[in-house]
């Protein structure tokens, strides 16, 4: 194992460690993926500043807000990260008021927010990304649903035409579809896939080979909303043998760590969140500040939909035991 690599792992460890203690009461899973968010932005959770923005954020929304549904402690861990976090929550919940005008307001929704808080999020940006979830929607009106609207809210800031976007999505999913049958994680990819310039056929094969050889070193890769982040790698640079490799590194490397176990989360969660832990190393989250989307910061907006997804299907399994 790369040295680099041990360093981003034990640190992912390291900030789990830090939010299971002082935040027990949230689910295990999502906490193990906001520590992937704080490693993105090469930042250690501050427990207190945490605590102060939770309260900021309770005084702030309503009771029945989504800023304070059961998915809001991501939106916390992004607060804390902020040097001005009643700043930051302020301008969010004003961007948030304005996408809600063209969109259904929901979770995702919300998370959009805040990813665009450092942006000129103008009327004409946020007609853009509508208009691209109204055709998708037209297209595909089964598969089309709440995580698009967070998807197309950021595309509107990329540099592609819609026609563009649009036409490389459609031929990179029929491509995908032939391995992969989740359809909506499926569209998810081919999203993600769509914000970098290349051929349809050559992003997809990228992804068939880390698949593949994943498969072939023994490791059964999630076919669900595991992808995504899967697709993000396939839009980096970096060669597909040591992408494979570090994966593999990283995945032993938590197999020996505590909460991995026989009551952990699981092979294929275990394996996601070393490729998460991979994709940290590539490129940090503040990319967002700097640029409009690109390949590169599809790996952000795939660790977003990463987790809004498990944060999603967690509270419906949640529910369910309750009910």
């Known amino acids: 194992m790369k040295d680099s690599l041990r360093t981003l792992c034990e640190t992912f460890i390291e900030n789990r460690d830090i939010l299971t203690h002082h ?3 949230e689910n295990s899973q ?18 207190e500043k945490l605590k102060a923005c939770r309260d900021l954020i309770r005084r702030s929304a309503g009771v029945f807000s989504v800023f304070r549904s059961s998915h809001s402690f991501p939106l916390v ?24 005008e063209s969109y259904r307001s929901s979770d995702y929704l919300a998370l959009a927010a805040f990813m665009l808080t450092d942006f000129d999020c103008s009327r004409e940006k946020i007609e853009r990304g509508r208009n691209l979830y109204r055709i998708m929607n037209q297209e595909h009106p089964i598969l089309t649903s709440r995580e698009d609207t967070f998807f197309t809210a950021l595309m509107a800031f990329s540099p592609r035409s819609d026609d563009r976007i649009l036409r490389d999505m459609e031929e990179l999913y029929r491509r995908l579809k032939e391995r992969f049958r989740d359809s909506n994680c499926v569209q998810t990819m081919a999203e993600i896939l769509a914000t970098e310039e290349g051929d349809s056929g050559d992003k997809c094969d990228r992804v068939f080979r880390i698949y593949d050889r994943l498969k072939e070193n023994g490791r059964k890769y999630g076919r669900h909303n595991e992808l ?13 043998d040591e992408l494979v490799r570090d994966i593999l590194d990283a995945d032993a490397f938590l197999a020996t760590q505590k909460g991995y176990g026989l009551l952990g989360p699981g092979a294929q969660a275990r394996l996601m969140h070393a490729a998460m832990i991979v994709s940290d190393g590539l490129v940090s989250h503040d990319a967002m500040n700097r640029a409009a989307l690109s390949g590169t910061i599809a790996q952000v907006i795939a660790q977003e939909i990463a987790l809004c997804a498990m944060v999603t299907s967690t509270a419906a399994v949640s529910a369910a035991s309750h009910s």
């Open 23 to 25: 935040f027990r009461w």
């Open 30 to 47: 999502i906490l193990s993926l906001c520590a992937s968010l704080f490693l993105g932005e090469k930042m250690r959770p501050d427990p």
């Open 77 to 100: 861990c992004l607060l804390s990260m902020d040097k001005d976090p009643q700043r930051k929550l302020e301008r969010a919940m004003e961007i948030f008021r304005d996408l809600k």
């Open 228 to 240: 995504a982040t899967l697709a993000a790698l396939a839009v980096t640079d970096t060669e597909t």
